[in-house]
């Protein structure tokens, strides 16, 4: 068992591999869920970590794989996110409570990888510039007057000149005209881990592979016909690695 669960490989390469729970299993899984429910109190997003660790666990006991591996790759996303709304803008959150992320998806305000992000604030300041609460603008789109359409979620071309320190030159990307504003984009899941590692200055390499294993689970294959007590036990080497990780990026490294 512990050879399993602590096995690098794949979940699709060991998923016909994998033993039978035994009850001292389970009982060490939810020990862990309590340990960690006590670490992320405080931590920006850390309830609905929190939420997604004992719907995980509950989905695994009943034999769902899909839904508790859902629980798993949720667990990522929030914990990236988590780390970069703190480092960047609420403005995120503001984004999420109003439902109006998808609108901006929607729109094409999309940042898809961390080095088109990365690289548009490059583009715009021409030398290195952390990324805070200004400079993720930049990530956006730049808009004219007559394009804007989110100014709740946007700031000015020259506001973020005077917090910056330099001049933009910078055109609507939809009609070309000087750009006036900066309107956020709404960073992808494969974004959002890789920006939560370049500000914490930490290989998430790990967290990205994870993440792309349960993406697989979840689609195209399902897995719907496997025993309840192997799916807690796929579902629980899973859940390790990913709680590992995001220790590891939100600093919340313990014993456990």
């Known amino acids: 068992m512990q050879d399993f669960l602590h096995t690098k490989d794949g979940t699709l390469e060991i998923i016909d591999k994998a033993p039978k729970a035994y009850p001292g299993l389970k009982k060490m899984i939810r020990r862990i869920i309590k340990e960690e429910e006590k670490s992320l109190h405080g931590v920006l997003l850390g309830e609905d970590i929190i ?12 034999g769902f794989l899909r839904s508790a591996e859902e629980s798993n790759r949720f667990m990522i996303e929030r914990a990236c996110l988590s780390v970069f709304v703190t480092s960047t803008t609420k403005k995120y959150l503001d984004l999420l409570k109003s439902r109006k992320w998808h609108i901006l998806v929607d729109e094409g305000l999309i940042i898809r990888n961390e080095g088109e992000g990365l690289g548009r604030i490059k583009r715009f300041a021409r030398h290195k510039v952390k990324l805070d609460g200004v400079s993720v603008y930049l990530m956006g789109r730049p808009l004219c007057e007559k394009h804007l359409k989110f100014p709740e979620f946007s700031m000015e071309v020259k ?13 609507c990307y939809l009609c070309s005209r000087r750009a006036r504003y900066f309107t956020l984009s709404m960073p992808k899941a494969s974004a959002l881990i ?6 914490k ?24 016909e496997l025993e309840k007590d192997k799916v807690f036990t796929i579902w629980a080497r899973d859940f390790l690695t990913v709680v590992s990780e995001i220790n590891d990026l939100l600093d919340l490294v ?3």
Do not use: Q
């Open 51 to 62: 939420s997604a660790m004992y719907s995980g666990y509950k989905n695994a006991l009943m």
């Open 159 to 171: 506001k973020i000149e005077r917090a910056l320190g330099f001049k933009i030159d910078a055109k």
């Open 194 to 199: 890789g920006l939560a590692g370049h500000i």
């Open 201 to 224: 200055g930490k290989d998430v390499s790990t967290l990205r592979r994870t993440y792309s294993n349960l993406s697989r689970i979840l689609h195209p294959y399902g897995f719907n």
């Open 254 to 256: 313990h014993d456990s």
